[in-house]
Antibody, heavy 120, light 106 residues
Framework: EVQLVESGGGLVQPGRSLRLSCAAS????????MHWVRQVPGKGLEWVSG????????GYADSVKGRFTISRDNAKNSLDLQMNSLRVEDTAFYFC?????????????WGQGTLVTVSS | SFELTQPPSLSVSPGQTASITCSGD??????VSWYQQKPGQSPLLVIHQTTKRPSGIPERFSGSNSGNTATLTISGTQAMDEADFYCQAWDNGAYVFGTGTKVTVL
């Protein structure tokens, strides 16, 4: 069974940094692209960033480009999101999501999410 | 930028058919996925590659896509289907979600 467990969320002041992590199990981690998707409480879903199985392809939403950095450690089955220069509008639940397969651009498994609150 | 638009809400009676639309420029040229999200839960994939159901998803869920509009159809809607639904497609390196539709079964 695929399991994705996010951690690292919390309350942070605007302009500060936070690092999210996602621990993966139940599948061959280094075969799949991985992503972060966020959701402002009560609002819709927004793709944040994604990374290919070998870290060779990385993408970011325009809203976070230049501030967020995605990375993965295949030896540890983990996915990270380094968030710098945080803004109030970055407040959201952040979900870790597994890409279905190479060349198919959707998500077949999701974590439960971790809440990031950016506030002074 | 590429956008996907859904109706904000939809009400359906138990046993009836719910049709949720998702509109975007030339969406019919793309594969579409649909996610169901119940309160306090993470999204669940219910349709992928426009028409396919993942293992464990009931047959009452089906998908189609033509022109500028994709549709998720729930046939014989049940109370347990009450949730938010999001369409999603991939465009030029970005994953785009629809605005979401709240389906109420009453």
């Amino acid at each position: 069974e695929v399991q994705l467990v996010e951690s690292g969320g919390g309350l942070v002041q605007p302009g500060r940094s936070l690092r999210l992590s996602c621990a993966a199990s139940g599948f061959t981690f280094d075969h799949y692209g991985m992503h972060w998707v966020r959701q402002v409480p009560g609002k819709g879903l927004e793709w944040v960033s994604g990374i290919s199985w070998d870290s060779g392809t990385i993408g970011y939403a325009d809203s976070v480009k230049g501030r967020f950095t995605i990375s993965r450690d295949n030896a540890k089955n983990s996915l990270d999101l380094q968030m710098n220069s945080l803004r109030v509008e970055d407040t959201a639940f952040y979900f870790c999501a597994k890409q279905y397969n190479h060349g198919w651009y959707y998500f077949d498994s999701w974590g439960q999410g971790t809440l990031v609150t950016v506030s002074s | 930028s590429f956008e996907l638009t859904q109706p904000p809400s939809l009400s359906v009676s138990p046993g009836q058919t719910a049709s949720i639309t998702c509109s975007g420029d030339r969406l019919g040229d793309k594969f579409v996925s649909w996610y169901q999200q119940k309160p306090g839960q993470s999204p669940l994939l219910v349709i992928h590659q426009t028409t396919k159901r993942p293992s464990g998803i009931p047959e009452r869920f089906s998908g189609s896509n033509s022109g500028n509009t994709a549709t998720l159809t729930i046939s014989g809607t049940q109370a347990m289907d009450e949730a938010d639904f999001y369409c999603q497609a991939w465009d030029n390196g970005a994953y785009v979600f629809g605005t979401g539709t709240k389906v109420t079964v009453l």
